[in-house]
């Protein structure tokens, strides 16, 4: 496929939006929120103002607006590694990299423990993502890691502190899967439970603390783009924040999801804050004769204190 600009083109209609999330390039902001529910980018909406639905085309809801200040961009990614490998990349392909050299994306999304002491209701951002996937393996070998933006995930850690979510947050290694029932049960929903189990156990062993289903395709994406697009001025930062809705899977024999409407709307509020704390950060990086001040104390005392 041709490029056009800096990344290359997606399928188009006749109108110039992209065939899935219809945007025109250009037209998207560069400080993005993505969920997999567009119950959940409904529910960010009414914390921006300026809302304005650029898309709805096949539930992948994409909301233009401004978050305290910030030009953001909210979007649902769909359930899963595929969607969210064709969403990430449409949404990608519009964004005004004229206006916005530091594109930015925080997942609000949400998982299932994988800790037995990360708990329903608590937050956990991904440094790192088990690739228990198919899709990862088509944007890079599977020993390339899928890993997150480190100043990207330092925003959300500082943030998490001046939220008083001290207590809820966790940071650690989670798990990017593309089945839900048949890794959930294996023993009645797949030939293969012994394998599946032992996958599980050695997830555990290693200290993974979620299980979700759309990071790995995102933050590979993210490091192939910054690959293709050196020397530009551009650089794509993706991080991941997730609410646990399900509890640690050795603990409860059935699934099981519990998702709070006031717990949702914290870990939204979380990303949206950090986003305008990057945006603040970005602008003192580029400025080239701006010395940068940045209190980080209570980022390093969280994670000290959270990391798994």
């Not at 910030?70 to 206006?99: H, K, Q, W």
Request: net charge negative; hydrophobic share 40%.
């Amino acid at each position: 496929m041709a490029r056009s600009g800096l990344f290359p083109d997606v399928f188009r209609d006749t109108s110039g939006r992209s065939y899935h999330v219809k945007a025109k390039k250009g037209e998207l902001n560069g400080y993005i929120l993505t969920a997999g529910s567009p119950e959940r980018i409904d529910a960010a909406k009414e914390l921006i103002e300026e809302a304005k639905l650029v898309s709805s085309n096949r539930g992948l809801i994409v909301y233009n607006g401004v978050y305290k200040g910030t030009p953001v961009t909210l979007f649902c990614s769909g359930m899963g590694p595929s969607s969210a490998e064709i969403s990430y990349t449409e949404v990608i392909s519009n964004v005004d990299t004229a206006r916005f050299r530091r594109p930015t994306i925080i997942r609000a999304g949400t998982a299932a423990s994988w800790s037995p002491k990360v708990s329903v209701n608590d937050i956990a951002v991904e440094l790192g993502v088990v690739r228990s996937d198919g899709t990862s393996s088509k944007i890079a070998p599977l020993e390339w890691p899928a890993k997150t933006d480190l100043i990207t995930t330092l925003m959300i850690a500082e943030t998490a502190h001046d939220l008083g979510l001290d207590e809820r947050i966790w940071f650690g290694t989670g798990i990017c899967k593309d089945t839900l029932y048949a890794e959930e049960s294996p023993e009645t929903r797949s030939s293969i439970s012994a394998d599946i189990k032992e996958r599980h156990r050695a997830y555990d062993r290693m200290g993974a603390i979620s299980a979700s289903m759309e990071s790995s395709p995102m933050a590979l994406l993210t490091d192939f783009y910054n690959r293709t697009i050196q020397g530009s001025g551009v650089r794509l930062s993706f991080a991941s924040t997730l609410l646990i809705v399900s509890p640690y899977y050795l603990e409860t024999g059935d699934i099981q999801f519990k998702v709070d409407e006031e717990s949702e709307m914290k870990l939204v509020t979380l990303a949206l804050e950090s986003l305008t704390k990057k945006m603040q950060l970005d602008a003192l990086a580029i400025d080239g004769n701006s010395e940068i001040r940045f209190d980080l104390s209570g980022a390093i005392r969280v994670l000290y204190r959270r990391s798994l």
